[in-house]
Structure formats: C-alpha cells, structure tokens
C-alpha cells in the first residue's frame, strides 16, 4: 500500500514562504501523478498544483500561479511544494496525493477526487 506523508507546514505572516514535501513509500513507480490538494474550512477540496512523472507535465491553479513552484526529485521519491508571497487565503489543510500519471491530464475536470492515495495533510496558517 502506497503511504504518502506529509511535511513542512505552518504558520507564516503574508507575503512569506513556506515549503511542502511529500514522501512516497513505494516509489520509483514508472509514471506517476502527484499533487497538492487544499481544503480550507467551510469549503470543497480542490486542486493546488500536480507533476507527472520527470516533470512532464505541471498544473497550477490559477489562484497559485506565479506564487507557488511544484518539483518532484525521483531519486528521493519526493515531491516539493515551494509556496512564496503567501495570502490568508492560502490558509487550509494541504494533502498530498497520488495516482496514475493519467490523473494529472484530467485534474482540472476530477478535480483530484479520482485520486486513489492521500497523505494525512499538514495544516497551513497565513496570518495577515
């Protein structure tokens, strides 16, 4: 069974950065989607930010782009969250994911629910 764990959340002051990591047990997997998903109270779970296998393809929700930078280091089975110039919206639980490197075409429809592995979620707090 895949584990996905999370790391490297907190609490930051509007305009700072904060990095994401996300360990996958298995790994060397020979493609593979991964993601950041949020979900903030009171709202729906949505996509952030996915790679698929040796960063061949990237998505970014428009909310994020030009602020945030996902990267996947294979060697290390890790995929990375860099989050720069945060916002108080940014504040939600944030969840790695994983699934066939199919799901990363289709993430704007699925909006990640056909996902099939999901991390425990570490918890982001932006303060303004």
């Known amino acids: 069974q895949v584990r996905l764990v999370e790391s490297g959340g907190g609490s930051a002051q509007s305009g700072g950065a904060l990095t994401l990591s996300c360990v996958e047990s298995?790994?060397?997997?020979?493609?593979?989607?991964m993601g950041w998903f949020r979900q903030a109270p009171g709202k729906e779970r949505e996509p952030v930010a996915t790679i698929a296998t040796g960063g061949r393809h990237t998505y970014y929700a428009d909310s994020v782009k030009g602020r945030f930078s996902i990267s996947q280091d294979t060697a290390k089975n890790t995929v990375s969250l860099r989050m720069t110039n945060l916002r108080p919206e940014d504040t939600a639980m944030y969840y790695c994911a994983a699934d066939p490197e199919d799901s990363c075409m289709i993430v704007v429809v699925t909006g990640g629910r056909n996902f099939g592995d999901w991390g425990q979620g570490t918890q982001v707090t932006v303060s303004s």
């Open positions: 298995i790994g060397a997997r020979p493609s593979i989607c």
